[in-house]
């Protein structure tokens, strides 16, 4: 299972982007996607997740970014996407998407409950 991350990039405080994962050749709706970051320094931390199953499946969010990120799935694109709004110097770090196919909803924020890892896209926010 090979996830691709991208769209990151450098922006000021205040803008926005919008992260992608990808997983091909999957069946993407048995899939549960998390996101996770890590500034230098710092331990790996969740930011936000999303259930398998359709566009409507339950989403799950740090509450730092609860109401500026949107975690969101597209299956027929085999996409998740992180709509990031409202960017914070803090929001600065390498960004990873996870994936597993099985998940309790309270390991759902712990990395080591993440089968499969993506490469990491890198977020910075001047301020």
């Known amino acids: 299972v090979q996830l691709q991350a991208s769209g990151g990039g450098l922006v000021h405080a205040g803008g926005s982007l919008r992260l992608s994962c990808t997983i091909p050749?999957?069946?993407?709706?048995?899939?549960?996607i998390g996101w996770f970051r890590q500034a230098p320094g710092k331990e790996r931390e969740f930011v936000a997740a999303?259930?398998?199953?359709?566009?409507?499946?339950?989403?799950y969010y740090l509450d730092s970014v609860k109401g500026r990120f949107t975690v969101s799935r597209d299956n027929a694109k085999n996409t998740v996407y992180l709509q990031m709004n409202s960017l914070e110097p803090d929001d600065t770090a390498l960004y990873y998407c996870?994936?597993?196919?099985?998940?309790?909803?309270?390991?759902?924020?712990?990395?080591?409950?993440?089968?499969?890892w993506g490469q990491g896209t890198q977020v910075t926010v001047s301020s």
């Open positions: 999303i259930r398998r199953g359709g566009s409507s499946s339950s989403t």
């Open positions: 050749g999957v069946t993407f709706s048995n899939y549960n």
């Open positions: 996870a994936a597993s196919s099985t998940l309790i909803t309270s390991s759902i924020r712990n990395p080591l409950a993440y089968a499969y």
